[in-house]
């Protein structure tokens, strides 16, 4: 069992900078690809960023990339999820994830097995 606890959101204007932490304890922490997910009210929780064992990551191109980057510190057992020229579009509540298969699509929520209980994120025009 791995147990996620996300903290570090908030409210902030648009343009501001945020930084989502996921501290993990249970299993190896480095066994894990992490992933962070957010879901907006009404809509279905999308993909937001990944990093992989090796630290390798991927971004939903689309939405986030070239503002958010995702990094981990295994010594701390933490993912983190740095936010910057935030904009109202990106409100939503904030999902960290582990997962531990190999194979599997890291943008694809069923890759995953444990999740965190959320945070908020809450950017004001």
Do not use: H
């Not at 343009?15 to 907006?40: D, E, I, K, V």
């Not at 992989?52 to 939405?63: C, H």
């Amino acid at each position: 069992q791995v147990q996620l606890v996300e903290s570090g959101g908030g409210l902030v204007q648009a343009g501001g900078s945020l930084r989502l932490s996921c501290a993990a304890s249970g299993r190896t922490f480095s066994a894990y690809a992490m992933g962070w997910f957010r879901q907006a009210p009404g809509k279905e929780r999308e993909f937001v960023a990944a990093i992989r064992r090796s630290g390798g990551t991927t971004y939903d191109v689309d939405s986030v990339k070239g503002r958010f980057t995702i990094s981990r510190d295994n010594a701390k057992n933490t993912v983190y999820l740095q936010m910057n020229s935030l904009k109202p579009e990106d409100t939503a509540v904030y999902y960290c994830a582990a997962g531990a298969r190999f194979g599997v699509p890291i943008a694809t929520r069923s890759s995953y097995e444990y999740w965190g209980q959320g945070t908020q994120v809450t950017v004001s025009s």
